[in-house]
């Protein structure tokens, strides 16, 4: 009885590594790869967007900061273009003195053709004058552990560390009234909301 345990946890073991590689093979052969929910979308924004400039409905672009990866495989690589859209926007002076930009990503360009995406929102929210922003701001040793753990953890995470660590502020806002402003080459995680089918970039 005592090495049934063992043995079940083993088959187990043995079992996912099975599926595992079978999911891999499987999405390599058949070109196109269920990316799960939850998954880290990290972008280097191309177009700034600004609180006091745009409106929801304004669309801009950005591309992928690591790779896009599924099941041990790179569905999309860095640099691929992706696109978003400012899905709410209230300037300062308007809303009792607050502002906000909500953030979403909605299309990844694979092989040349735009696939859609449905992600979670990147917010950022003013307190006005005087006040705080409330933002999530990717910087410093955070931004890098993200990075070095999207690439692969380990050795990946320490170069991340190293990387972000003289990486700025992703968001800024003005003195008078607590504008917002996602500039361009900022970098904004967004995650999967629900499972993706997506060709296998080429």
């Known amino acids: ?32 790869v269920t990316v799960p929910a939850g998954t880290r979308i990290l972008v280097r924004m ?4 600004d609180s006091s400039k745009q409106k929801a409905g304004y669309r801009f672009t950005a591309t992928l900061e690591v790779n896009l990866q599924a099941y041990d495989v790179t569905v999309a690589p860095k640099g691929t273009t992706v696109y978003g859209v400012l899905a709410q926007a209230s300037s300062a002076g308007k809303f009792k003195g607050s502002s906000q930009l909500t953030l979403e990503l909605t299309d990844i360009v694979i092989n040349g053709a735009a696939q859609p995406l449905m992600t979670t929102d990147y917010e950022v ?19 890098g ?11 990946g995470a320490g170069i991340g560390a ?13 003195k008078k009234g607590e504008q917002l402003l996602v500039p361009s080459e900022a970098l904004l995680e967004f995650r999967l909301e629900h499972p993706t089918e997506l060709p296998i970039a080429k």
């Open 1 to 32: 009885m005592r090495n049934l345990k063992p043995r079940a946890a083993a088959s187990v073991l043995t079992s996912v590594s099975v599926l595992t590689l079978t999911l891999c093979l499987f999405a390599q052969g058949s070109k196109r």
């Open 46 to 49: 191309v177009d700034s967007v």
């Open 125 to 143: 929210k003013g307190k006005g004058e005087g006040g705080q922003t409330t933002k999530k701001v990717l910087g410093g040793a955070g931004l």
């Open 162 to 174: 190293l990387a972000g660590a003289a990486t700025g502020t992703a968001v800024a806002a003005t």
């Open 145 to 155: 552990a993200l990075i070095g753990g999207i690439a692969g953890g380990g050795k």
